[in-house]
């Protein structure tokens, strides 16, 4: 069965520091790797998508990172500030297949 | 403005009494799908349609139907709804399917929260 395993749950950083989120996956064989962002009380919001021959994308201060071979993609985020206290979700897509694995989504809270 | 709306966004029922979340999107996607998210499970797909009249089961469709009658519309129906079903619910619509070899982006709406006594 596809899954999909982020890392840590949740998290609490300063405002203005960086932090660091890990999506590992088992979806095979791989199609593509969606990172969303999830203000409390709305819908998620498309932040990034790499394909497999994608290694890194950036939205802002988002940086998406993706290793195809080791299966494991992180979502970086700079000099944070409290609009990017939300939670984010991986997604990945399997090749031939209609169904995305979803995973269950890391918590950052930013303190000021 | 493009956008995938929902209604109600908050509804409080008792077990049984049927309802009907509608959800409508302005973009002229192909593609509609409902998802449940609850606490430490992440999104799950509930049901999708990949155009007017097309429709199949996600992951957890037991208890929910779905019609696709018009491709702007994409109403999520609780026949006879139980407190299992208490949750956290979206739609979310794409050009096409967002899934396979496709890059499209899903557009979701607000969510529902639902809850059943």
Sequence with gaps: ?112 | EAQVTQNPRYLITVTGKKLTVTCSQNMNHEYMSWYRQDPGLGLRQIYYSMNVEVTDKGDVPEGYKVSRKEKRNFPLILESPSPNQTSLYFCASSLWIPSGGSTDTQYFGPGTRLTVL
């Design chain 1, 1 to 112: 069965k596809n899954q999909v395993e982020q890392s840590p749950q949740s998290l609490i950083i300063l405002e203005g520091k960086n932090c660091t989120l890990q999506c590992n996956y088992t979806v095979s064989p791989f199609s593509n790797l969606r990172w969303y962002k999830q203000d409390t009380g709305r819908g998620p919001v498309s932040l990034t998508i790499m394909t497999f021959s994608e290694n890194t994308k950036s939205n802002g201060r988002y940086t998406a990172t993706l290793d195809a071979d080791t299966k494991q993609s992180s979502l970086h985020i700079t000099a944070s500030q409290l609009s990017d206290s939300a939670s984010y979700i991986c997604v990945v897509s399997a090749s031939y297949d209609y169904k995305l694995s979803f995973g269950a989504g890391t918590t950052v809270t930013v303190r000021a």
